[in-house]
């Protein structure tokens, strides 16, 4: 439980760095970078029984914030959405979203990303089922991060959501 609310502060957090990154007003006394955003895709994408299709969304946020990296991808003109949380995450390298890792790295994919409430519309990595997954981050700098991804995930029913063949690509907006 701990790591789904984790996750959902983070979630909240990006919806808000997204909405200050992309305001037409800016005010001196900001607490964000110029925030641009990120590509994410996966060639294959379901939930529980559903139709295995693409994803894509061109206006992901990858948001930093001290050493906790957040992405969050809604599904072009869907109210699908994908958020990976990742604690710790320093440089290249493979970090692991399994439920048992000892970060407390995690995924959330909403099948609704406006309906919070109904948990069957909620996928996590964490929790009672074992999701799982896994991130490789390929290229990282100050401003960019590029990368590939796969989700396994839950809902409280025990049904699975998946990714796979996920990749991401853009530019970071730290939160300070």
């Known amino acids: 439980m701990k790591t789904f609310n984790k996750l959902k502060a983070i979630l909240l957090i990006v919806l808000i760095v997204a909405v200050s990154a992309t305001s037409c007003k800016k005010d001196k006394d900001t607490k964000t970078s110029n925030g641009q955003f ?100 390929t290229k990282l700098t100050d401003t960019e991060i590029e990368g590939t991804f796969f989700i396994v995930a839950h809902n409280e029913d025990g049904e699975e959501a998946f990714v796979e063949q996920g990749e991401f690509s853009g530019k970071i907006t730290t939160v300070k």
């Open 38 to 137: 990120a590509t994410v895709t996966a060639k294959r994408f379901a939930f529980g029984s559903g139709a295995v299709a693409e994803f894509k969304s061109t206006a992901a946020v990858v948001a930093k914030a001290g050493p906790i990296f957040t992405m969050t991808a809604v599904r072009d003109g869907l109210k699908e959405s994908i958020t990976i949380a990742l604690y710790g995450a320093t440089g290249t390298g493979t970090y692991s979203l399994n439920k048992d890792n000892s970060t407390g790295n995690g995924a959330v994919m909403y099948k609704d990303f406006q309906n919070t409430t109904n948990k069957k519309l909620i996928y996590t990595t964490g929790e009672k089922n074992s999701g799982g997954g896994q991130v490789k981050i």
